[in-house]
């Protein structure tokens, strides 16, 4: 065998162990579970969040105005 058949026979051998890697990683990842679908929220579920945050942002700037008319 020349040097020219012997790395054609390698290239041969390099692109099948390629095209098989591929082929394998493809169905691998088609066969995994789908992704779960992101939570939904309900408008409802924002507003009682929205709510609760804005009742401890009152409850903070409360502390903060007795706090600074506090004697030192």
Not at 14 to 41: D, H, R, Y
């Amino acid at each position: 065998m020349t040097d020219r058949v012997r790395c054609a026979a390698v290239r041969e051998r390099i692109l099948s162990a390629g095209i098989l890697a591929v082929v394998l990683i493809g169905a691998s990842g088609c066969a995994s579970e789908p992704p779960k679908p992101a939570q939904t929220v309900t408008p409802d579920q924002v507003r009682g969040h929205a709510d609760k945050t804005f009742e401890r942002l009152k409850q903070d700037e409360q502390g903060r105005s007795v706090d600074s008319t506090a004697p030192r």
